[in-house]
Each structure stands twice: as C-alpha cells, then as structure tokens.
C-alpha cells in the first residue's frame, strides 16, 4: 500500500543560549491510510514536536514531511492553508483545546465552515449535530459549553471538531492521557470505531505502551530525538530487540523491576 504519510530525515532545531537544541534528529517513517502509527517515548524524546510538526503548528529545521506525495515541511502557510483540512490535531488537553465561549455545535460547526464556507448556519449546525452524535454525544450536548461537560466528553468535542474537517491524517497527542483509565478505554474504542467507518489515518503520540498496544498497528520508539526502534506493533512490544524498548515494556508492566531506574537511563548505559 502507499504511504499517505512519510516522514524523511526530520530534523527540528530549537535556539538556546550558545547554540541550538535538536529536539528531532534525523527521523524517518511512513503510516498507510487507514491504519495508525503510534510514536511512543518518555517526555522530551520529541514526540510531541514531530506532531506539532505534521500539522504545522512549527516548520522542521530540515527534513520532509510528505502528505499523500506533497511534501508540506516548508510550504508557506498561503501554500499550505488550502491543504490544513487535511491533517487535523487532537490535543492533550481538551479543556484548553476547546473555546469556552463557543457551545458544543459551534466549536464543531465553526470546523465545518473553514472546510465549506459556502454553507449557510442552518447547514453547519446540521452538519455539526451529526459529527457530535458520530462521536457519542446527544442531542443535549449541542447548547453546552465545554465547562459543562466531563473530560472524556470535552474530548470527543475535540475529536468531532478534528473529524468535521473531513481530514486523512489526525495527529492525537496524548489525546487521551488526562483521562481516567474507563474514560480512556471508551476514547480507544471511540478511535477504532471511527477509523472502520470513516477510514481515517491516525498518529498517536503516547508514553503509555497499553495504549499504543491497543489502538496501533506499526510503532516508533524514540529517545533523545532519534528513533531506536519501529516495526509492527505486536512484535516490537513482544519480543523488543532494544534495550531502551525493552526497558520501556519492564516499566509499563512491572514498576518494580526497574529499581528506580528510568529507561533512559538503561539506554545512558547502553551507548556509554
């Protein structure tokens, strides 16, 4: 199958005093449309600015970005603007993600009218209703601010708002992380359940190796910017052949057996 995403050579470079951070060193992979990717790795591996990255909320120092064969890295925002319905976030916190001045049907109807201006109020809201029920939320939802709402349901308004673009490619980043584990569970369905119907593409960034086991079909394992393992997921998380992965799987499934140590500090050892 083609790839409707490939990423080559990534390279996202921060200023600091004296010089420059690399966050992203040298990244390359690919998802197919319609299944998931997940790109798994502690906090500061530069997970969270490859996504930032896809959906070009920062331009990469260097690399490209391939969208269905388009390479979108560098691409002027006048350039891309008419292509950003196409790959759409969803973010970590759906609190703050989310307008708290708009209800519900606005915060999805307003997606709509950037992909369709042409449609009148009536239309969108229309439209808007159908992606909130699409995502679990009812009739009474619609007039709701995202403060009456729980976490878990903030967070489908986000999804719904993510799917009303109509986009190929959606980026989760931690989507799911501030949510109680039940919570978490109904999202991780919600996900699958979309993808089987709509066939959407999806990213999913994540430090929780049972979420990536459940949702994705390939993963990335990064560290200090640079990938250290990938391939599908049910062989990379069952017989890891890295051992920054396998210490990773140790801490996910046994705290205790990590003694206090953090899986970068394993793999500190590994390249001493």
Do not use: W
Not at 37 to 57: D, F, M, N, P, Y
Not at 133 to 151: I, K, N
């Amino acid at each position: 199958m083609t790839a409707l995403l490939e990423v080559n050579d990534l390279v996202v470079e921060y200023p600091v005093r004296g010089g420059v951070f690399r966050a992203v060193d040298g990244v390359s992979f690919s998802v197919e449309a319609g299944r998931t990717l997940a790109i798994v790795g502690e906090s500061g591996c530069g997970k969270s600015t490859i996504a930032r990255s896809i959906v070009r909320l920062l331009t990469p120092t260097s690399g490209q970005i391939l969208l269905n064969g388009v390479d979108i890295a560098q691409l002027p925002e006048r350039k891309f603007r008419p292509m950003r319905s196409r790959v759409q976030m969803v973010f970590q916190d759906p609190y703050g993600s989310l307008d708290p001045h708009l209800t519900a049907e606005r915060i999805v109807g307003e997606a709509i009218g950037l992909r369709a201006p042409r449609l009148s109020s009536s239309e969108r809201f229309e439209q808007a209703a159908q992606y909130l029920d699409q995502v679990g939320l009812d009739e009474s939802a619609r007039g709701r601010y995202p403060r009456e709402f729980s976490g878990g349901q903030r967070q489908r308004i986000g999804i719904a708002r993510a799917l009303a673009s109509k986009p190929e490619l959606i980026v989760l980043d931690e989507a799911t992380s501030a949510l109680d584990v039940s919570v978490q569970a109904e999202i991780l369905a919600l996900l699958q359940f979309l993808q089987t119907n709509t066939g959407v593409t999806f990213v999913v960034i994540s430090h929780n190796l049972g979420v990536v086991r459940e949702v994705s079909d390939t993963v990335v394992v990064m560290s200090a910017g640079q990938i250290v393992e990938s391939g599908e997921t049910r062989e990379v998380l069952r017989r890891p052949q890295h051992p920054y992965t396998r210490a990773l799987r140790s801490a996910a499934l046994d705290p205790s057996t990590m003694r206090g140590r953090k899986p970068r500090d394993v793999l500190a050892g590994v390249r001493a």
